[in-house]
């Protein structure tokens, strides 16, 4: 650890924490101070200026990057009706009610989504205690509750990643991994960028986005430079 600590030391050093760095530039860094032994993965945050304890200034929804994000999630299936149709469009698990009762009796949580189709909400809805503090929840807003399983799970494989901004008015999420080529991680980066952007609510007032940063799994933030 003490190793770890002092290359982290090194790393964060390469870093002016005052500058604004053009995105190629970041980019370089955030491959040059990646320090995990695995490809980590890239994340992108944005600190809006939204007050979201007003429900017309939060920010929330779903975008599938161009160049996709490197991880591989398992998908659960809940559904009364589709079930046929999301095991042949390849969901890790499927079930109903009883996946439901596993969930809460059993802790069960071998898989990274949850996809269901409004028949189960009311069902889901009883564990929504369970789900939502690990962010399980599906929501509308993210494609993950809907009657078209087949495309929901089409657009997770291919790289779908949800937003959604907190208390603060932050919006953390994935841009890729380190192992990408520098033009698949900007690929990323404007399409996220250009969403969160045309996402501004009316009520907002001021300049919008405030800041924008790129890390690494345990790396240091690193400031991006942009045009509001």
Known sequence: ????????????????????????????LIKK?????????????????????HADQQIRGAIVLPAGTGKTRKILVLTKTKEKEAREAGADFV?????????????????????????????LGKIGIILGP?????????????????????EIKKGKVEYKTDKQGNVHTILGKVSFDQKLLKENYNAIFNIIKKAKPAAAKGVYIKNVSLSTTMGPGIKIKFEN
Request: hydrophobic residues 40%; neutral net charge; proline residues 4%.
């Open 95 to 123: 079930g109903s009610t009883d996946l439901i009762e596993k969930i809460k009796k059993e802790n069960w949580f071998d898989f990274d989504i949850i996809v269901a189709t409004p028949d189960i909400m009311g069902d």
């Open 1 to 28: 650890m003490k190793k770890l600590t002092k290359k982290r030391k090194e790393l964060i050093n390469l870093i002016d924490t005052k500058k604004l760095y053009p995105l190629d530039e970041a980019i370089d």
């Open 134 to 154: 690990k962010k399980l929840m599906p929501n509308p807003k993210t494609g993950t509750v809907t009657v078209d399983v087949e495309k929901a799970i089409n």
């Open 33 to 53: 101070t990646a320090v995990t032994k695995f490809d980590s993965t890239v994340e992108i945050a944005f600190n809006l200026n939204v007050d979201t304890r």
